[in-house]
């Protein structure tokens, strides 16, 4: 049964001046939960205000209220209404969860582009950047994808930190410049450091705060996933060849007549022969010791490539190799009375007159056909009486016994003692008396050699792997049937040397015709320490290309042609080191057999460098972790969605006493919003922000 009774809502009165509201009163507007009343119209024609059944202490006013009569619930009414109330929001739990859809999709659209990230990563992982056909580059879709990843993902997180600030002051008091921070920090990277200031880090929602900002750093990383390395690529088998020799078979030489001589007692019948030798050796030595940096071909002749990028296995071929020793200790020095004209070079020896002078000589002791001498009228060479037209004394030897370094050769073609004055003398600073000698001994020998080659960009390396000398025991041994005491004659007179003819003998015949001991070929081998598999290892040279080439050198105009080159050259070793070179790429041309390789194709692949994408991994694992915990703590405290909404701000926002309060704060002290504490608490027809 409702009754009704009076309530004296009569006015305070007030005093002349303002007076600060008091802080002992909860400044908030009286509320009525539903249910909390019965008929809050009109009771048999009278006008009633609803009372709570809690009791509230009566807020100031200086309005003048009369008296009214209210109508009084009746004792359990008002937990029926309470009880009603709470059921309401319980089904209102379910109603909120509504309010985080957008929240959801996103953190849907941020997980689906994550994965395609990691699809896409995955895809163009140590492959050829030319199997990428997407219309955009692999940088343009991972960008694309990294910011769809990241803006969903930091909308959600905004829209918690802004629901933080209902949750936060649900569940504590706080200052009033703390709802400012969580708001501040759901609109940008400047409210997050403000809020994490406010909170030193020591808050979960700092969490979010921290996902905001480095939200922002994130994309370096997902740049710096991607690179491009480039790296050759086989493209074909047996497409690329390079020339090698199996053997040696040039130069010529033609029967001319029958001799018969008399060899240590022993009468016999041999052939004469003139020799010819191979044009293309003789202009290729002649062009090697011209210019050695500047001479002949820079890679083998016949090199097949359609790449420009080629590899060939490991071959092997036939050459020439040089060795050069410092001999000066055998250097001579001679002073004599006449005239110096020894040397081919001296313009003394072709002089129509004659004259006497002292002059020194620096004499290279060599057994080949002449000796090795430099020499000219003492003093300076400016005011020399004969003028030399080489800075180079140069003889060959052909037997190594006649060397001083390479006596136990087994393969030797020649041998070139050069000898040489130091530049002092040359540039007019000191005389020929008190000049420098330095002498070199330079030989070329067959050998057999084996290489690793490869081209890169159209330019060929080869690399020698191993080279040796070593005959082949039982090879080059005299052919025909001869004694065995001639035999060991033949060995006695010969030894090493490769030039057995009868003319070297007897010393019989002049010019190109010589009679010639026949022999077999010349075999070279690698050393048997070296795993050649299948390939070959021995390599035949004729006797004829022996004898062409050798007799070719010894000639005259041969050597004063390899001396005037010689002497405008400024590295005597780099000189042979060409000579030899260029000598074995023309065995290889002559002969043509073929090594064949493989072409490479410089391809750009592209790598993803995984460990870069550990932080933008942990950030997005943050962001998710906060997201999920504070969607579940706002449904745990019951709140109503609001999130970063104004209107629930104005709507949910200070009670009138609070705003109050704040406003004369301000005005009259000029008091910051941290200076009043506030929290969230439940009215009847919402929620608020008291003062306390």
Same mark, same amino acid.
């Given at each position: ?206 969490? @979010?705060?921290?996902? !905001? +900002? =480095?939200?922002?750093? %994130? ?7 991607? $690179?491009?390395? &480039? ?48 044009? @293309?050796?003789?202009? !290729? +030595? =002649?062009?090697?010791? %011209? ?7 820079? $890679?083998?002749? &016949? ?390």
């Amino acid at each position: 049964m409702l009754q009704s009774s009076w309530v004296d809502v009569s006015p305070i009165e007030s005093s002349g001046s303002s007076s600060p509201p008091s802080r002992e009163h909860h400044w908030h507007q009286e509320e009525v939960p539903p249910g909390a009343y019965h008929n809050d119209t009109i009771h048999n024609g009278e006008s009633y205000l609803p009372v709570l059944c809690d009791s509230r202490e009566p807020q100031y006013s200086n309005q003048t209220l009369p008296m009214q009569p209210v109508s009084i619930a009746p004792e359990g009414e008002c937990d029926k209404g309470l009880a009603e109330g709470h059921t309401h929001l319980h089904k209102g739990m379910r109603v909120r969860m509504r309010g985080w859809y957008l929240e959801v999709i996103g953190l849907l659209l941020t997980l689906a582009a994550f994965i395609s990230l990691l699809a896409v990563l995955k895809k163009v992982d140590n492959q050829p950047l030319f199997t990428w056909d997407f219309p955009f580059s692999v940088n343009t879709v991972v960008s694309s994808l990294s910011i769809i990843t990241k803006t969903p993902l930091a909308f959600a997180v905004g829209s918690c930190l802004g629901q933080g600030k209902w949750s936060w002051f649900t569940k504590r008091s706080g200052p009033l410049s703390g709802f400012a921070a969580f708001d501040d920090a759901s609109r940008g990277p400047l409210g997050c450091i403000a809020l994490l200031w406010w909170l030193r880090s020591r808050h979960w929602a700092s969490l @979010g705060a921290w996902v !905001t +900002l =480095l939200l922002l750093g %994130v994309d370096p990383f997902w740049q710096a996933v991607i $690179q491009y390395d &480039g790296k050759l690529v086989l493209t074909g088998n047996n497409d690329s060849s390079i020339l090698t020799s199996r053997q040696l078979s040039v130069g010529d030489w033609y029967y001319q007549s029958t001799v018969i001589a008399d060899y240590h007692g022993d009468s016999d019948v041999y052939k004469s022969y003139s020799l010819y030798p191979d044009t @293309g050796i003789s202009a !290729t +030595l =002649l062009i090697a010791v %011209v210019n050695s940096s500047a001479s002949g071909p820079t $890679q083998p002749p &016949g090199t097949s490539c359609r790449t420009g990028n080629c590899t060939w296995p490991l071959y092997t071929t036939l050459g020439v190799c040089n060795t050069c020793f410092d001999v000066t200790e055998q250097v001579t020095k001679e002073k004599d009375f006449g005239m110096p004209d020894e040397s081919v070079f001296s313009s003394c020896r072709d002089a129509s007159s004659t004259f006497m002078t002292n002059y020194t000589s620096y004499v290279l002791p060599y057994p080949g056909t002449r000796r090795v001498v430099l020499q000219n009228t003492d003093g300076y060479v400016d005011h020399a009486g004969c003028k030399l037209r080489s800075r180079i004394g140069l003889s060959a030897a052909f037997q190594p016994s006649d060397t001083y370094m390479f006596k136990e050769s087994q393969t030797l073609l020649a041998s070139f003692g050069l000898l040489e004055l130091s530049a002092d003398y040359w540039n007019n600073l000191t005389v020929l008396e008190k000049a420098t000698p330095r002498a070199t001994e330079c030989a070329l020998e067959f050998c057999a050699l084996a290489y690793e080659t490869q081209m890169r960009d159209g330019r060929l390396t080869e690399s020698i792997v191993s080279r040796s000398t070593t005959k082949v025991n039982g090879s080059y041994s005299p052919s025909g049937d001869l004694s065995p005491e001639i035999l060991g004659y033949i060995q006695q007179d010969f030894g090493n040397s490769l030039l057995t003819d009868l003319y070297e003998a007897f010393n019989r015949f002049s010019g190109r015709i010589y009679s010639i001991i026949p022999r077999h070929d010349l075999q070279v081998t690698l050393s048997d320490d070296m795993d050649l598999k299948n390939l070959p290892g021995t390599f035949n040279i004729t006797q004829m290309s022996i004898f062409t080439i050798a007799k070719d050198l010894c000639q005259n105009a041969t050597l004063e042609s390899i001396t005037y080159a010689i002497s405008n050259t400024t590295n005597i070793t780099q000189t042979f080191e060409n000579a030899a070179r260029l000598l074995t790429y023309r065995m290889r041309e002559v002969d043509g057999s073929k090594t064949l390789g493989f072409s490479e194709q410089w391809v750009v692949f592209t790598y993803v460098r995984w460990n870069f994408i550990i932080f933008p991994v942990i950030v997005l694992a943050s962001g998710y972790i906060f997201t999920i915990g504070a969607v579940l703590d706002s449904s745990r405290l019951d709140l109503k969605t609001m999130k970063t909404d104004v209107i629930a701000t104005l709507l949910w926002g200070l009670d009138a006493g609070t705003r109050e309060y704040l406003r004369y704060e301000t005005q009259q002290y000029d008091r910051c919003s941290d200076k009043i504490t506030v929290k969230l608490a439940t009215e009847a027809d919402g929620l608020q922000l008291r003062a306390l």
